[in-house]
């Protein structure tokens, strides 16, 4: 994909920062709800219908493809700028790894507020997946992009046809294919601990490269730039449509016509995300994709807000879990008297008045929002002006 017509690398993209920082935004909508508000089903159960849940949690389907994608492109920026593959194979191997044992160490007793072998479980999420996209992304980079994108491509668009695989048929090797295709799958590690994985690595492993690959197109000239994106974009949101129609392929959970016409649509929308089926991501990436176009002429307060959250993203991400977690502990233990962790609890621990209000979920959202942006920008400009190693990580 690289062409005579490219430009310099810009030092910063700010379409890229500003939705980044969306969607981290978005993010902490759906994190806030698990804390504050978790219901006793799914918001994504049909039965019965609960459109303000369904649309409070699917708005926050975005945020994982589109963060792990542009983690791809950031990666070819950074190779672009450093111009040393080298340095970029050394940079993704040490940051997976570092990213990895944030997630078994810090991110787990940030949702727990405990050490894992205390309540018998550690808990991989997209952290996880980004770490290890990233130790083998630090492999790809060495290969022609034409060979990468098109395997990414080929394992993103087929990994549905491997549903119906049982980790029974793996034999003595079933917790492999759990890590890598099962979502929330159990994998027991003794008698009395076990690792859950919320986020198998298949496509989050081929979305990232794939994100690489496209990190070309951010430095071409506008219009080229644009049109193409245009094109992906609707491309994309196009195929979802088409796919999702036909009931063929794509995803394991049909849409069905139901009573009302918001249902339906609620069907139709209600893709699966554990692994993410091929139209999850279609259905997330091709509206995200085309947000790069109006946001890279974003200008004014509006931008500079989401920008401060995708300069320092992952700052964020690991900082709001345990502020979030001590702020809903507190907020449980003056409202019934005790001590309740709504992820880690049984239904035996939540008082009889407890009623998940999706209100509170929003209140704490707004509430939330303007301190978490001072700490972020306080953070930008430390890490701006300060060059110690530990601030390439974090």
């Not at 902490?28 to 303000?52: G, K, V």
């Not at 920026?77 to 078994?104: C, H, P, Q, V």
């Amino acid at each position: 994909m690289e062409t005579p017509t490219a430009v310099p690398v810009r030092k910063r993209i700010h379409s890229l920062d500003i939705l980044r920082g969306l969607v981290i935004v978005l993010m902490a909508i759906d994190h806030i709800r698990d804390y504050f508000a978790m219901t006793p089903q799914s918001p994504e159960l049909m039965d019965p219908l609960q459109p303000s849940w369904f649309f409070t949690r699917w708005i926050t389907h975005f945020c994982a493809p589109v963060f792990v994608f542009l983690a791809g492109t950031a990666a070819f920026l950074y190779g672009k700028k450093t111009n040393d593959r080298a340095a970029l194979n050394r940079f993704l191997i040490s940051r997976g790894l570092w990213l990895i044992l944030i997630e078994l160490l810090v991110i787990n007793s940030s949702w727990t507020l405990s050490l894992p072998p205390l309540v018998g479980f550690v808990f991989v999420q997209v952290i996880w997946a980004i770490g290890w996209s990233m130790i083998l992304l630090a492999g790809l980079i060495w290969l022609p992009q034409r060979l990468v994108a098109i395997g990414a491509l080929v394992l993103i668009a087929g990994h549905n046809a491997l549903d119906g695989i049982q980790p029974e048929s793996w034999g003595a090797f079933d917790w492999l294919w759990k890590f890598l295709h099962m979502g929330f799958s159990w994998v027991p590690v003794g008698e009395h601990f076990g690792v859950l994985v919320a986020y198998p690595l298949i496509p989050w492993i081929a979305l990232m490269p794939l994100g690489y690959v496209f990190g070309n197109v951010m430095n071409w000239e506008q219009a080229r730039r644009f049109d193409f994106i245009r094109k992906l974009g609707l491309g994309l949101i196009l195929l979802f449509i088409l796919l999702r129609l036909s009931n063929w392929y794509g995803d394991p959970r049909p849409w069905s016509v139901q009573d009302t016409a918001l249902g339906t649509i609620m069907s139709f929308l209600n893709t699966v995300k554990y692994p993410p089926s091929l139209l999850y991501l279609l259905m997330t990436l091709g509206p995200a994709l085309l947000l790069l176009i109006p946001f890279e002429k974003m200008q004014g307060r509006v931008a500079e807000f989401f920008i401060t959250f995708g300069r320092v993203p992952f700052f964020f991400y690991v900082l709001h879990f345990p502020i979030l977690m001590l702020t809903a502990v507190g907020y449980h233990y003056i409202r019934y008297g005790i001590y309740l962790n709504l992820f880690t609890a049984g239904r035996d621990e939540v008082p009889e008045t407890y009623s998940p209000q999706l209100w509170i979920v929003y209140l704490v959202f707004f509430l939330f929002l303007p301190p978490m942006y001072f700490l972020c920008k306080w953070y930008w400009r430390y890490k701006s002006t300060h060059d110690y190693w530990w601030l390439r990580y974090l």
